[in-house]
Nanobody
Framework: QVQLVESGGGLVQAGGSLRLSCTASVSIFSLNVMGWYRQAPGKQRELVASITSGGSTDYADSVKGRFTISRDSAKNTVYLQMNSLKPEDTAVYYC??????????????WGQGSQVTVSS
């Protein structure tokens, strides 16, 4: 029902910046929470940043102060601005949306994944 299409991944040197985009096939106001996860080689998938339909944001400690999640509702798009990138940020980044369907559960939707590689 909901499709998420990512763009903006690539290769960047340490200290550089990238911006990831995630465009939804529906209004982002219909999605209760949107966020970005990442999975690095040998590590578990982790939540990097999230934003609720009301605009509240949250960040992993490892990216706080460097990454910013934002949205453009007119474009049905959520962004992840990544600054001061480190080699440790190298991972596949996945856009995620959660839509609550019951009081105690939700449906997850995922983007296709974007490779971000930070060279030293």
């Amino acid at each position: 029902q909901v499709q998420l299409v990512e763009s903006g991944g690539g290769l960047v040197q340490a200290g550089g910046s990238l911006r990831l985009s995630c465009t939804a096939s529906v209004s982002i106001f219909s999605l209760n929470v949107m966020g970005w996860y990442r999975q690095a080689p040998g590590k578990q998938r982790e939540l990097v940043a999230s934003i609720t339909s009301g605009g509240s944001t949250d960040y992993a400690d490892s990216v706080k102060g460097r990454f910013t999640i934002s949205r453009d509702s007119a474009k049905n798009t959520v962004y992840l601005q990544m600054n001061s990138l480190k080699p440790e940020d190298t991972a596949v980044y996945y856009c995620n949306a959660k839509k609550f369907v019951l009081a105690t559960t939700h449906t997850n939707y995922w983007g296709q994944g974007s490779q971000v590689t930070v060279s030293s």
